[in-house]
């Protein structure tokens, strides 16, 4: 582990939001999508969602997204401020749901892009205080622009996903060296 576990939790929870947004698909299209990614994520402690939640989701997605493709340190640090700077941090500790004691920045019953600003901004902000940033990361295939969070040991992660997007990249390789040794 590279990181705490609440903190890979939470830059787990931002890799799943920022790809909820891919060309031609919306994953949070409604309140209820929204519901559904809240559910999946098992973010406690929320309130009712709203339009406007999901309005300021939308907001904080594209925040995180540029993180992501920020070009360096100082850019990504700035945009990180930026997030967390814009919500009431209210640290505590809790053991919730059968995890550990863990920090939470958000202020109980916050909106959830508020949680999700104050959660995701700290972990993102522990990636570049360990100097980490390099970590984060978009695929590498081609076709691909979801983002990721190499955790490895070795930070060898290229792929959003080694089930999809890297093996139709290794299958691609294999036939090419293939077609390669076919007409030596």
């Known amino acids: 582990m590279i990181f705490a576990h609440d903190t890979e939790q939470a830059l787990g929870i931002v890799v799943d939001l920022v790809n909820t947004a891919e060309p031609g698909r919306e994953g949070l299209g409604d309140v209820a999508a929204l519901r559904e990614f809240v559910e999946r994520s098992r973010i406690s402690d929320v309130p009712a969602l709203t339009e ?18 920020a070009p360096d340190v100082e ?60 970590r984060l990361r978009t695929c590498e295939a081609p076709d691909c622009s979801r983002v990721l969070v190499d955790l490895s040991r070795n930070r060898c992660r290229r792929y959003c996903d080694s089930r999809t ?11 090419a060296r293939q077609r390669e040794a076919a007409h030596s």
């Open 75 to 134: 850019h990504a640090v700035r945009l990180i401020n930026g997030i967390i700077g814009g919500v009431r941090a209210t640290p505590h500790l809790t053991d919730h749901d059968g995890y550990d004691w863990h920090v939470h920045f958000f202020a109980p019953g916050a909106p959830v892009a508020e949680h999700l600003a104050a959660d995701g901004g700290m972990a993102l902000a522990y990636v570049v205080a360990a100097g980490e940033l390099d």
């Open 165 to 175: 997007c890297g093996n139709r990249m290794h299958v691609a390789a294999y036939r």
């Open 52 to 69: 406007e939640d999901l309005i300021q989701v939308h907001r904080l997605r594209a925040a995180f997204r540029a993180v992501f493709d």
